[in-house]
């Protein structure tokens, strides 16, 4: 019940303003009623079209460096990885995400907030590096919030996979060699 | 800068000594101890508490919500030493995003993970809390014999080693500009330059709780209960009569499964946000509405540099140059002073520093290895200005960290935007990136200061961190703000006492362990004269 009072609370003084209002409310909960129990390989926190978003955004983030030495695992495993961290996360912030997750996945909003009208997973690059610029210069706070969080979290992940080290010169830690 | 090819030799005290009695909460049979002295968190604050009354006898038991990870799963991978090692696996962040934070949550808490830099709370520090808050017996007089013996017991000295090249930028420059810099005292002991401090000491030489007064506590029959989330304290006529913990699973979520913990002298250390949340869902009395008031971070700007020759920001000591030259420039309580120092860079975190994306941030990340960082501690908590956080509680119980920036701090970061680029170019930078969201790089300072002027500050926009969480439940006899007395009792229980770096009423003004490890050497000495007088 907390919850969607808050997605309204965001959808409200967040992104869209007071003219979507009602808009915004309901679709809100025909998204919640929608998408609740939609889970994808092992994912915890992460549902179906949180993924898709992810998948739509990383490659951009992470440009040529994506897919990687990891080639087809890479989305698994940045999927697994960010659901594993996100797990952790504090309620409050496990609520601000799925807040931006809601707003990402109700075509309307989402392109009222700068995203493509398609679903994610039929974005353009352009579509997908437009949206995060604009997030990224915007005179919102929750904008640019959003915008840093999703960078933070996702070469933050990417970036500390071994088969990655590669791509920004690092070598690599000592080999420990055990004693028992 | 060459790396150690391999580690060999190093023993495991958790694995060598089985006798030591150390639980999992998860799979503990029984749902109720009780012992003469209960400590809640393991950190600076728990561990030296710890060692202190187990050491003279008494029957302790430790608490602690993370879990125990000890030298052998220390790998030195970054992404599982976040999620094993770091509250909200490193991911902790402010309410509006702007600040994030790198807190402990392990067995030894954040002295698991800091970077080693231990230094003496400053005079200045000490005298404001004395002439502000009323705090007594804590001047810099009365405290030298506590950070002597603290120093002494975690082998804290300066670093005798060469810096790396990251540090020594930060060393090259202020020598050329005039501005001072000192060598950080460390508390390591055969330390192997190895560069990893931040993900759990692989060698065990950093002196963490984890391998010197835990340890020492347990060899007297200490019992250490970790994955254990102490989630309510029972409160009846002025005394805390128990402590209701919860088992906490991997994903760090409490389970149904409870134990309750008595005894009749309560220490909480669970350092700051954690010790004023437990605080709050225990509704302990406060007529003033203090708890979780003022709690610090340090907030810590933050400037890239890139260079023609090896930095290797990866290896060797993380931090051994320091300038307090911005410190306490304008005055104590004037505008914002901060420290200057420099952190690890390894890919995972240096990425998520490096903001942008897409291409730009590819070219930059891929210059790893020829980069510098410096970072600038905000010294918050002085100012009329400076009220630093408020906590609050979510829905469940976990704390929710309120840290609104205003004018005074941003030009504090400003400030320190300009003198780190000024020191990094001075030391031969190549160009300077300002640490906003849109990630530009300047060949020269004339550049880098228009296109500061030219940029917002304003949250989210510009990167802010921090190593250091202070205050909340701050020491003094002004009770008008202050929740602990100055030997840290809670002013309005009679068998608590508040032992971690919560109790401090500003910021320290430097790294806080040896702040929190002089301190609450002087107070649990003089609790345990009350308890067992001789």
């Known amino acids: 019940m907390s919850k969607n009072i808050n997605r309204r609370d965001f959808l409200k003084i967040g992104l869209i303003g007071a003219l979507t209002l009602s808009v915004g409310s309901s679709l809100t909960t025909l998204s919640s009623a929608g998408s609740g129990s939609q889970r994808i390989n092992d994912l915890q926190f992460l549902r179906e079209q949180d993924a898709e978003f992810i998948l739509a955004i990383a490659p951009i983030i992470l440009n040529t460096n994506y897919p990687g030495a990891l080639g087809e695992q890479a989305a698994e495993r940045l999927l697994l990885l960010l659901d594993k961290m996100m797990q952790t996360f504090s309620e409050y912030s496990q609520q601000q995400l799925l807040q931006l997750f809601d707003l990402m996945s109700i075509a309307p909003l989402r392109y009222l907030a700068g995203g493509p009208f398609v679903p994610w997973s039929k974005a353009s690059s352009q579509q997908s590096d437009n949206f995060l610029t604009g997030w990224q210069q915007s005179s919102l706070s929750l904008k640019r919030m959003g915008y840093s969080s999703l960078c933070k979290l996702i070469t933050m992940t990417w970036y500390s996979q071994p088969e990655n080290y590669v791509q920004s010169g690092y070598p690599g830690p000592p080999k420990v060699i055990t004693v028992e | ?534």
């Not at chain 2, 030298?144 to 082998?155: A, D, T």
């Open chain 2, 1 to 534: 800068m060459k790396i150690v090819p391999e580690i060999r030799g190093i023993k495991d005290p958790y694995i060598e000594n089985d006798k030591w009695q150390t639980f999992d909460a998860n799979t503990l049979s029984t749902t109720s101890m009780s012992a003469d002295v209960v400590i809640v968190g393991t950190g600076a604050g728990g561990g030296t508490s710890a060692e202190i009354f187990a050491q003279a006898g008494l029957k302790v038991i430790m608490i602690e919500e993370g879990p125990l990870k000890s030298s052998k799963s220390f790998d030195m991978n970054e992404n599982k030493a976040y999620g094993d090692l770091y509250q909200e696996s490193a991911g902790r962040i402010t309410k509006d995003g702007s600040i994030s934070i790198l807190q402990g949550r392990c067995v030894g808490g954040t002295t698991v993970v800091n970077w080693t830099s231990s230094f003496r709370t400053p005079s200045f520090t000490l005298d404001h809390w004395s002439k502000q808050y009323q705090v007594k017996g804590c001047n810099e007089q009365e405290m030298e014999p506590w950070f002597e013996k603290m120093e002494q017991r975690l082998n804290i000295s300066p670093w005798p080693v060469p810096p790396n090249a990251n540090n020594d930028v930060l060393r090259s420059g202020c020598e050329s500009l005039g501005i001072d810099w000192k060598v950080i005292p460390r508390n390591v002991k055969g330390c192997w330059n190895l560069g990893y401090c931040g993900m759990g000491c692989p060698t065990n030489a950093k002196q963490s709780m984890l391998v010197t007064t835990i340890p020492s506590a347990l060899n007297k029959g200490a019992v250490l209960l970790h994955s254990a989330h102490a989630k309510r304290l029972i409160i009846e006529d002025k005394k805390v009569t128990g402590i209701i913990c919860h088992a906490i699973d991997r994903q760090h979520k409490t389970t149904s499964k409870q134990v309750i913990i008595k005894a009749p002298h309560i220490i909480l250390a669970c350092g700051g946000i954690n010790t004023p949340a437990l605080l709050l869902r225990s509704k302990a009395p406060d007529p003033h509405n203090r708890i979780g008031k003022r709690t610090f971070l340090h907030p810590t700007a933050f400037s890239f540099a890139q260079f023609d020759k090896d930095i290797s920001p990866f290896y060797g000591a993380p931090q051994s140059i320091y300038s307090d030259h911005f410190q306490w420039k304008n005055g104590v309580k004037g505008s914002l002073g901060y420290k200057l120092e420099v952190p690890p860079l390894h890919p995972g975190l240096t990425a998520a520093l490096l903001m942008g994306h897409g291409n730009n941030q590819v070219d930059d990340i891929l210059k790893l290895p020829n980069t510098n960082a410096m970072i600038a501690l905000m010294r918050d908590g002085f100012h009329d200005e400076s009220e630093g956080a408020s906590i609050s509680l979510a829905d469940d119980g976990s704390p929710i960290i309120d840290y609104p920036i205003n004018d005074y701090l941003w030009e504090g970061i400003k400030h320190s935007h300009l003198t780190m680029a000024k020191i990094q170019f001075a030391a031969g930078a190549k160009r300077v990136q300002l640490a906003h969201s849109d990630a530009k790089w300047f060949n020269n300072f004339e550049d880098f200061k228009q296109g500061l002027e030219n940029s917002p500050y304003q949250s989210s926009s510009v990167l802010i961190g921090s190593a250091h969480v202070m205050g909340g439940v701050a020491m003094g006899e002004d009770k008008d703000f202050c929740m602990v007395d100055s030997e840290c009792k809670y002013h309005y229980l009679d068998n608590l006492w508040i032992f971690d770096g919560s109790v401090f009423p500003t910021s320290i003004g430097a790294n806080p362990q040896l702040s929190i490890y002089g301190l609450i050497c002087k107070q649990a000495t003089a609790l345990l004269a009350k308890i067992k007088p001789n």
